[in-house]
């Protein structure tokens, strides 16, 4: 079983900046594929940036490409999401995501690959 908490969000102004964290739980957090999805109101939830487990392959949606960042500290089994130059259209929950071995795909990008889910932390950008 693994636990998944995040951390970081809040209420920042359009071009303002954010810093997600998700802590993780077990023993072999380096061998788990992780990702950060979103959810605002009335939509589904959508993939935001993924990153492969020795860190070396990084996926990110075409909406926050060049703005976000994903990261993770295997040391300290803590997944990141640096974003900045947010946009009124950020504001949603921010989910992360484990898929560990067995992996469930090979598609970063599609919410069945990950089999963990954190409770989510709400970001909230003004305009």
């Known amino acids: 079983q693994v636990q998944l908490v995040e951390s970081g969000g809040g209420l920042v102004q359009a071009g303002g900046s954010l810093r997600l964290s998700c802590a993780a739980s077990?023993?072999?957090?380096?061998?788990?594929?992780m990702g950060w999805f979103r959810q605002a109101p009335g939509k589904e939830r959508e993939f935001v940036t993924a990153?492969?487990?020795?860190?070396?392959?990084?996926y990110y949606a075409d909406s926050v490409k060049g703005r976000f960042a994903i990261s993770r500290d295997n040391a300290k089994n803590t997944l990141y999401l640096r974003m900045n130059s947010l946009k009124p259209e950020d504001t949603a929950v921010y989910y992360c995501?484990?898929?560990?071995?067995?992996?469930?795909?090979?598609?970063?990008?599609?919410?069945?690959?990950?089999?963990?889910w954190g409770q989510g932390t709400q970001v909230t950008v003004s305009s």
């Open positions: 077990g023993r072999t957090f380096s061998s788990y594929a």
């Open positions: 995501a484990a898929d560990p071995p067995p992996y469930g795909g090979s598609n970063y990008r599609e919410r069945n690959k990950y089999n963990y």
């Open positions: 990153i492969s487990p020795g860190g070396g392959s990084l």
